[in-house]
């Protein structure tokens, strides 16, 4: 396992409506329409523009104060790797961890930030499994006097979370988006290009931002007839893979395959991440198909095996060091009284408030650069040379 790369999966409600970034491209009517739009429903993020700045700073806690970690099932690697950067990087700073996964759902994960809470959590850093259902607990953390911070995922219809902390999950999409028709047309100059689309769990909220992203840069190519969906599934709520898993995405491209595919070509496919990409090439291959070009993101092993032997076209580097060292960072200057550093105050509307955030660059990965975009890497670096 790679200690370098951030999970990809994040949970939606149906009310998380990511405003996507081409209205800017777009004419007046255009954007007075998507501010409206946004006015009514968005919950997700809701503009691409960043700003440097700070915000917040109040009282300063004891240093051996205990800091409440929460994740959730342990569905990647990236994940059972910020536990260990949190027990370590929080360690060493001189705080108490608790860091506690829910591998039990998210009634586990409830029970577990209420507990921190009564345990005197000074900070409260949340990678939700489903963040639209921790209500109750983040009010109880608030009451407390506890400081929230959305980690990875955003925490969605409440006002009880005071940061935001996470890679550009809108940019993650585009870029995969953007590779799979770069890959398209270096196998194949022209069009039309036959393609399916998948997408992650449903009840994850970085999924539709992924989707959304991605189809910013997909839809207008499907409109004008360069890529065709033979299944006809372009909406989120046909392509999504519930609990991001890779038996689900195959059994999907199966059935695909088999219903719109006996004698057509598949070019290409949209996957969030690197498991289901995996588990649709398992699909394709079964089915006799030759291997399309194929997105991902995390940065699995597997996966950038897989891309120097020329199947997977891309993966998406998201490093879970810089991600965990940032949200510790936080912390310390929660500790001592700073205000904290931002670099978007106005994208991420979670149904109730505008989260103030700081995100991180995500980069794509191909045959192009594989070779040295994990120079630093100490699992993926040899394994590139």
Not at 129 to 154: M, N, V
Not at 202 to 228: E, Q, R
Not at 324 to 343: C, P
């Amino acid at each position: 396992m790679s200690g370098f790369r951030n999970n990809c999966s994040t949970p939606p409600t149906k009310k998380v409506n990511q405003v996507m970034r081409t209205f800017r491209k777009a004419g007046k009517a255009a954007a007075v329409a998507a501010i409206a739009a946004l006015a009514l429903t968005a919950c997700g993020r809701t503009d691409t523009g960043t700003t440097g700045g700070s915000t917040g700073g109040g009282e300063a806690f004891p240093k051996d104060s205990s800091i409440g970690v929460a994740l959730p099932q342990k569905t990647s690697e990236n994940w059972v790797l910020a536990e260990k950067l949190f027990n370590d990087g929080l360690s060493e700073a001189g705080f108490k961890p608790d860091v506690q996964f829910a591998n039990g759902g998210v009634s586990e994960q409830q029970n577990q930030i209420s507990a921190m809470v009564t345990k005197g959590a000074k900070v409260l850093i949340v990678g939700a499994i489903d963040g639209s259902q921790l209500g109750s607990q983040l009010k109880q953390a608030k009451d407390s006097g506890a400081t929230i911070i959305a980690y990875d995922r955003l925490l969605l219809n409440t006002e009880n979370v005071d940061y935001y902390v996470a890679y550009d999950n809108f940019k993650v999409g585009e870029l995969q988006g953007q590779a799979l028709l770069d890959g398209l047309k270096e196998k194949k100059p022209d069009g039309p290009y036959n393609i399916e689309l998948f997408a992650g769990s449903p009840d994850d909220a970085n999924a539709k931002v992924f989707f959304d992203g991605a189809m910013s840069v997909l839809k207008p190519k499907i409109d004008d007839g360069t890529l065709k969906v033979l299944s006809g599934q372009t909406s989120f709520e046909q392509a999504v893979t519930q609990a991001w898993k890779g038996e689900n995405a195959q059994r999907r491209a199966d059935t695909l395959l088999a219903g719109s595919y006996g004698t057509a070509s598949l070019d290409g496919v949209l996957s969030p991440n690197d498991l289901l990409a995996r588990a649709i090439l398992t699909s394709v291959k079964a089915a006799g198909k030759p291997v399309p070009v194929i997105t991902g993101q995390d940065s699995e092993v597997e996966s950038v095996k897989s891309i120097l032997a020329g199947e997977q076209y891309s993966t998406i580097n998201k490093d879970t060091r810089k991600l965990v060292e940032h949200a510790i960072t936080m912390v310390k200057d929660l500790q001592a009284g700073k205000k904290l550093e931002i670099n978007d105050d106005k994208s991420y509307n979670n149904g109730v408030k505008t989260v103030p955030a700081y995100l991180l660059e995500p980069v794509i990965v191909t045959a192009a650069n594989v070779k040295t975009a994990y120079v630093d890497d100490p699992i993926l670096g040899p394994i590139t040379k």
